[in-house]
């Protein structure tokens, strides 16, 4: 019997490529030289990577290829009344922000006037006009061998390019929200952003993905990160996709020294949505907190993968993700600290906990040390049970319904997270929605109590 | 004061002290695999056709798979070709008392401190010698037979106990398992077969002494332990092996069955030759161990001190079929120099209320590589299960590293899995404290190291136990701040 050798990357889709000969002309930017060689040059190399099987260690929680190896059609433009949006726009009155519909920038909704001097905020589509080799530039530095960052630069459309001077502390909290419709035929878009912090700058960002509609789309977006030394960025991310959309997220980034990065993520719904951090930490004084927050139920997957590289020392990172997993929900977090030599005075901790509430869920955890040097304090923790049936058996002797009962410690396990965010309005907007979900016979009062004890 | 780095570079620089290679006569296959030489080995052990077949099949398999290559460890290619499949020490007839052996496999015993005569009387543990590829003799046989229980090498059981080789072999590791595991199946040359009858405990140690003597060999064996309901044994293994700025391979496959009730304790402390300092030679040792649980109530224990070895890669795993069955993994990994160990467990739950425990210290120093790899994956079926995982690194020196990669998987809403892992150094404040009472560096060194091991030290039966902390002193000799 011979064994046959199962593969590790499958040929996309064959519309890729018609998609790509279609659009490449109409795409941002494809009037210049270099920014057009450059899509080129990340389309041949998302061919040559092929889509991801399980058989590739990165992918090995996750089947991607079911719902990013099919044919799929870039976003139309597509009309939606301001009432649909209205809930996502965070942020309070001052706020600024680009709001995408399908990759494509809302300018009736967005609010980008009244910024100081030197601060840029613009959609990518700007950029590719104002500083088409300034993006060129930026969209070939990436290459991190993964194939959805190929196919983003490929098809980069919506997106933004933000960049703050050095010394300047943006006071108003800035939104990018990328809203998908999806349709018959499932609905793809690319949304690239830029965001550069100067020396001491700061800043306070919403990132914002929400599905509305009931069609198939894939959102494939791509962060690229670059804080200078001092620098400050708070980093909320609320992810609402719906029942038929899927995300997959990559954030890539450099942090100087003394650099402060703070991200907090929450995700409810979504088929299949891939969380992927890439941080690299170049200097010392560095201060880096990941958290997150997924609740998967039937028919979604959360699937989170950090990186974070130590390459110099006597800077600290925290990684702190949970899951809750319901019915046939399915979790996965594969994180990894990664210590270069002569990174000492490292100070790193990871953290993964996982409710597992169904016994048709499914729980994957991986997190992964590598460490080549001596004098560093690197720990990790997973764990995976049960809600404990002490506090269950406290609330129901106190009258609670079961159901209600349950909700509460399923909110007080991920409201840990949903604290850790830094804007009021996201909070709210990530409570309100884990609140709903949780359902399970939460009467009005009940959430309001529990929101009230949250606040 | 010398500083912690200097301890550690003195300790670094020992050498290996079983690196002598014993002028014995051999018989011995001309180097290459293909399907005559796996006929003629057969041939030679004089097997039934079900067994070559058995062989054959594995080689088919095996020349069909790719060399993995997901692992940490780093490893030039092995040319298949260029090994030879079967060596043996020389001998008219297997000798019929233990006088008989060749006395120049008995200095050899010897030198390693190991005299089989003694060994025999004063410590009373029965012991499988394997000498390359065959065994040479096992002690203590009578005494164990009146008992029912069968220990003996794996040629002796393929003809006197064909029924239950046949049953089992390949029953946990099956031929096309992995690369290594389908290399050993089609080629294995001997080993150690144990079968415990029911409700028997087993009076005394089991033990195997692996040697690899032959330079151009392999060392393949199988070794294959079956305890029977009610049953109790417990079965240490040893292995040196010679100089030689060659790499050899040792490709193993242990089996583990245990039925209801049954517990096997199965203790390795493996100190092939690692290589010298600058990672020339050394044994490449890639070894698939497996044991099932498959009654209930059952308990599979491994304990390893893995100090030698140019590269260990090795993940010794529990099925947890049966009900209530116990699987538990202890393990110490010592590297130094070059050396590069990738090792861990797999445990995987089916069974209800199924428990299992790993506690996993990884100690680097010089420029070596220390990984910890495990899986827990916990089936749907699994209800209850509990799993414990616990593993530590030190790293001893800046250039060498230490990584964890633990995979868990869970299905079952019921089951609770916890997973820690830290790492440390030896910091100049312990070693200061214990050289301001008097302790010299390098003794200073051994206290720490073995404090940090001491729950595994602590499973290894008496007679390693000993044994093992020597070997920790001496792996890390030269090399400790």
Redesign the interface.
């Known amino acids: 019997?011979?064994?046959v050798?199962r593969t590790r990357r499958l040929d996309p889709d064959p519309a890729f490529t018609a998609a790509f000969r279609e659009l490449a002309p109409r795409l941002p930017g494809s009037a210049n030289e270099p920014l057009a060689r450059i899509r080129e040059e990340g389309f041949a190399r998302f061919l040559a990577l092929g889509i991801p099987t399980q058989r590739d260690?990165a992918w090995k929680f996750t089947n991607v290829a079911r719902i990013a190896n099919r044919p799929m059609r870039p976003a139309t433009a597509t009309e939606l009344p301001l009432d649909r949006v209205l809930p996502y726009l965070l942020g309070g009155p001052r706020a600024r922000r680009l709001v995408f519909v399908d990759g494509r920038l809302q300018p009736q909704w967005s609010h980008t006037g009244g910024l100081p001097q030197g601060v840029i905020v613009e959609s990518l589509a700007r950029a590719a006009e104002t500083r088409p080799l300034a993006l060129a530039e930026a969209l070939g530095e990436l290459d991190d061998g993964r194939s959805f960052t190929a196919l983003n630069t490929a098809f980069a459309d919506g997106g933004a390019w933000i960049e703050l001077p050095a010394g300047l502390a943006l006071e108003a909290p800035l939104q990018l929200l990328f809203v998908t419709t999806g349709g018959e035929v499932p609905v793809m878009s690319h949304p690239r952003c830029v965001l550069r912090l100067g020396d001491g700058a700061s800043l306070t960002l919403l990132e914002t993905h929400v599905g509305l509609g009931e069609g198939a789309a894939l959102t494939n977006a791509v962060l690229q990160l670059a804080l200078r030394p001092g620098a400050r960025l708070e980093h909320d991310r609320i992810q609402l996709p719906a029942a038929q959309g899927s995300l997959l997220a990559k954030i890539d980034g450099s942090l100087g020294a003394g650099a402060r990065y703070r991200q907090t993520t929450v995700l409810l719904g979504g088929a299949l949505v891939r969380n992927e951090h890439e941080l690299r930490i170049d200097g010392p004084g560095v201060d880096c907190l990941l958290s997150g927050v997924a609740v998967p139920g039937t028919g979604e997957q959360s699937d989170i993968v950090v990186r974070i590289h130590h390459r110099a020392g006597g800077s600290h990172s925290d990684q702190y993700f949970k899951h809750v997993v319901e019915d046939r929900g399915h979790a996965a977090f594969a994180g990894k600290i990664v210590v270069h030599?002569?990174a000492?005075k490292t100070n790193a901790y990871q953290k993964n906990d996982?409710l597992?509430?169904?016994?048709?869920?499914?729980?994957?955890?991986?997190?992964?040390?590598?460490?080549?040097?001596?004098?560093?304090?690197?720990?990790?923790?997973?764990?995976?049970?049960?809600l404990d049936a002490g506090a269950l058996f406290y609330l129901r002797s106190r009258g609670i319904a079961r159901q209600a009962a349950r909700a509460i410690l399923v909110h007080a396990f991920a409201a840990e997270v949903i604290g850790r965010l830094a804007d009021p309005t996201a909070r709210a907007l990530a409570e309100t929605r884990l609140v709903a979900r949780l359902g399970g016979g939460l009467d009005g009062a009940l959430v309001e109590t529990v929101l009230g004890e949250a606040a | 004061m010398a500083t912690a780095f200097d301890t550690v570079k003195d300790y670094t620089e020992a050498e290996y002290k079983y690196g002598f290679v014993t002028p014995v006569e051999e018989d011995r296959f001309p180097p290459g695999l293909n399907e005559e030489v796996v006929r003629r080995l057969s041939a030679k052990k004089e097997e039934p056709a079900w067994l070559t077949e058995w062989r054959l099949a594995a080689l088919r398999r095996f020349l069909s798979m790719e060399v993995p290559d997901w692992q940490k460890v780093r490893f030039a290619p092995i040319d298949f070709q260029a090994i030879s499949y079967y060596a043996a020490p020389r001998q008219k007839e297997r000798p019929k008392s233990l006088d008989e052996i060749d006395p120049e496999i008995r200095r050899t015993y010897d030198k390693l401190g190991i005299p089989i005569r003694e060994q025999e009387i004063l410590a009373g543990v029965a012991v499988d010698y394997v000498f390359d590829s065959v065994s040479v003799a096992t002690t203590f046989k009578r005494k164990l037979e009146q008992l029912g229980v069968i220990f003996c090498s794996m040629s002796e059981a393929v003809r006197e106990h064909p029924e239950l080789v046949r049953k089992y072999l390949g029953s946990v590791v099956p031929p096309g398992d992995n690369f290594f595991a389908a290399l050993n199946s089609a080629v294995f040359s001997d080993g150690s077969f144990v079968y415990v009858p029911k409700g028997v405990r087993c009076p005394m140690e089991l033990s195997t002494y692996f040697r690899i003597n032959a330079a151009g060999t392999g060392q393949f064996e199988r070794t294959l332990i079956i305890a029977d309901e009610g049953s109790y044994v417990s079965y240490l293994e040893g292995c040196t092996a010679p100089m030689r700025d060659e790499n050899q391979l040792h490709a193993a496959v242990v089996e583990l069955v245990a039925l209801d009730d049954a517990e096997i304790k199965y203790s390795t402390v493996q100190n092939w030759y690692p290589g010298d300092k600058e990672g020339r030679g050394g044994i490449y040792n890639f070894v698939t161990k497996r044991g099932a649980c498959r009654g209930k109530r059952s308990k599979i224990s491994w304990t390893q001190v893995e100090t030698g070895s140019a590269i260990t890669w090795k993940y010794p795993s529990c099925i947890l079929q049966g009900d209530d069955s116990v699987g538990e993994f202890y393990s110490v990994a010592v590297t130094n120099h070059r050396q590069q160990a990738d090792t861990g467990t797999k445990m995987i739950h089916i069974g209800k209320r199924t428990r299992s425990r790993i506690v996993s210290k990884g100690i680097s120093a010089g420029r070596s590589d220390n990984t910890y790899r495990g899986l827990v994956r916990i089936l749907k079926s699994a209800e209850g299960a509990r799993n414990h995982t616990q593993c530590d690194s030190m790293l001893i020196g800046d250039r060498c590293g230490a990584h964890t990669v633990p995979y868990i998987e869970v299905q079952n809403k019921t089951a609770r899995c916890e997973h820690e892992a830290t790492t440390s150094k030896i910091s100049e404040d312990q070693l200061f404290y214990c050289r301001q009472r008097g302790i010299s560096e390098e003794d200073a060194v051994a206290l720490i190291v073995n404090g940090f091991c001491r729950e595994v030290m602590n499973e290894l039966p008496m007679e390693f136990a000993v044994e093992a902390r020597k070997l920790l002193g001496i792996s890390l000799e030269g090399s400790v701040g």
């Open positions: 019997m011979l064994a050798k260690e030599p002569g000492q996982n597992l509430l169904s016994d048709d869920g499914e729980v994957d955890t991986k997190p992964e040390l590598e460490i080549y040097a001596d004098d560093v304090k690197c720990s990790h923790g997973a764990t995976c049970g049960e």
